[in-house]
Structure formats: structure tokens, C-alpha cells
């Protein structure tokens, strides 16, 4: 489950980070240039990638901070990236250029990226069937947070566990960004919700639960062990 993904999924692929690109209009990047710590990551200037057939640029708005992408940063993947590299997964922002024979978007569009690194950067090209469009009431904050935590929590609830009315589920371990979501999933749902949970982190979760569940039969219990 800790692989790295293919890096032949994004647009930009290995180009984004080649030093002997042409240089054209520059953007802003946070490159990992090594495995350790935070200090490994430094803001570069890059030149801005050009969408091609069947893609979409992407002005970005907001990008997601992962658990994964901590993982990647301490190079404690089964197959970590070579270095250096743009990270970033997941991104929210306005189309900027479509390439040839994109359908589908059109400049101006609000938008999720679903991106295979180089999603921590100003601009970034991603292939159409990896971009969705935004609900006009979302924010670019909640958008570049839906597409990892949230849709990992809805297959393995919905998906994988085929969880239906009436049933329960037990939510292990919760405070992460999966777990969180995998609550907001199922609160709008007919189930009964059972969390284990840190006593450090239950209380602002519960009260957030209780918020949105306001008006439901839900039961909230607290144990030390």
C-alpha cells in the first residue's frame, strides 16, 4: 500500500523537474531534494509547463498535505521517488490553457487535480480524465482536501466494504484525514458509527460530530485505557 505511484500517470511526468528544460515563463515550486526532514524542501523557480493533446493547466489555488506525502519526504515508501521532485498529490484551482483536442474544460473552469507529484507548485498539466470540476460553492481549500482523505474513506466504506442502511461500522484509530472523512461520510447515512479514539484529540472531534450530526440519533462515549 506504500508504493509510489506511476510517474507516467501526470502530465508534466519526469520534464517537470529536468534542469536542461527551456527556459519560459517561471513559476514557483516546493521541491523535496532529499529524504529527512522539512529542511529538505526548498521553494525553486521552474518553467512553466505547456499542456499538450488531451491536457489541462492548471492555476493552482490550494494543494493537499498528506500523510503520504510525509512518507515520501522521509523516502519510507517501498519505491521512493528519485530526487529531486515537485511534490504534492492532490490540487483545486482555475484552468488556465487546454491542449488540442481537450474536451471537457474550458479556461476559467473551477477545478480538482488528481496529480502524481508536482502538485505543490503554481501551475501544474495534467492529463483531462485526471481533472474534475468544482461545485460553484466549494472552496478551493475544501476542494484540494476532497481528493485523497475523502475518496479513500467513501470506496473503502461504500466500495469495498458495501456498507448499506441499518448496518455499523467501526472507525479505527480516528483523527487522521481518511478517518475524518470516513465520519463526514457517514454521518448523513443511516448507520451506527462506533470510534476509537486518543483522549487527546476526543473532545474537538466530538464536538464536531455532535455539530454535524445535530439532530440524529447519535451515542458518544468516553473510556480511558
Known amino acids: 500500500m506504500h508504493g509510489k505511484p506511476s ?16 527556459k519560459g515563463k517561471q513559476m514557483r515550486t ?3 531534494t532529499g529524504f529527512g526532514g522539512v529542511k529538505m524542501l526548498k521553494t525553486q523557480q521552474k518553467s512553466e509547463p505547456t499542456p499538450n493533446e488531451g491536457e489541462v493547466l ?11 506525502d510525509l512518507m515520501v519526504r522521509q523516502g519510507i515508501l517501498d519505491n521512493p521517488p528519485k530526487t529531486p521532485i515537485t511534490m504534492g498529490f492532490e490540487c483545486s484551482g482555475e484552468v488556465e490553457a487546454v491542449g488540442g483536442d481537450t474536451t471537457g474544460f474550458k479556461v476559467g473552469d473551477r477545478v480538482i487535480g488528481f496529480c502524481d507529484y508536482n502538485a505543490w507548485a503554481e501551475a501544474v498539466v495534467l492529463p483531462a480524465q485526471l481533472v474534475y470540476k468544482m461545485p460553484d460553492n466549494m472552496s478551493y481549500q475544501d476542494g ?3 481528493a485523497m482523505n475523502y475518496l479513500t474513506a467513501y470506496i473503502m466504506l461504500f466500495d469495498m466494504a458495501n456498507l448499506r442502511k441499518g448496518q455499523s461500522v ?8 481518511v478517518t475524518k472523512g470516513s465520519d463526514e461520510d457517514l454521518h448523513s447515512r443511516d448507520v451506527r458509527v462506533l470510534m476509537e479514539i486518543s483522549s487527546e484529540k476526543s473532545k474537538d472531534l466530538m464536538e464536531i460530530s455532535l455539530t454535524k450530526r445535530k439532530g440524529s440519533d447519535g451515542d458518544f462515549h468516553s473510556q480511558k485505557t
Open 7 to 22: 510517474t507516467e500517470m501526470a502530465g508534466e511526468g519526469k520534464a517537470a523537474d529536468d534542469s536542461t528544460a527551456p
Open 30 to 32: 516546493i521541491v523535496l
Open 58 to 68: 492548471i492555476r493552482v489555488k490550494a494543494c493537499g498535505l498528506n500523510f503520504f
Open 144 to 146: 484540494a482536501a476532497l
Open 170 to 177: 467501526f472507525v479505527h484509530s480516528v483523527g487522521g484525514g
